[in-house]
């Protein structure tokens, strides 16, 4: 992913909105979110990710709308199997 290249698109495309940038633990950039519509309960955001370490959300559902490449989701049970 060319990190410098997302972020300044994101800049000029969503003005003044939010930009996070996610490493993993070796300081590599893997997600670029750029929050579009931050609300109190939810957010409308952007993404662009290279690679998400499994994880979950407690109180969170996530919709994804793949405009490039490919998604591989896993669900998994509360016990994380």
């Not at 996610?22 to 670029?32: A, V």
């Not at 939810?42 to 490039?68: G, M, N, P, Q």
């Amino acid at each position: 992913m060319n990190v410098r290249k997302v972020i300044s698109e994101f800049k000029i495309k969503y003005l003044n909105k939010r930009i996070i940038e996610n490493k993993n633990s070796k300081g590599i950039t893997t997600e670029i979110i750029c929050e579009v519509k931050p609300y109190k309960t939810y957010s409308h955001a952007i993404d662009v990710i290279d690679f998400s370490v499994i994880h979950y959300h407690k109180k969170t559902t996530e919709t994804y709308k793949v405009l490039r490449g490919d998604l591989k989701m896993f669900k998994y049970d509360k016990r994380g199997r």
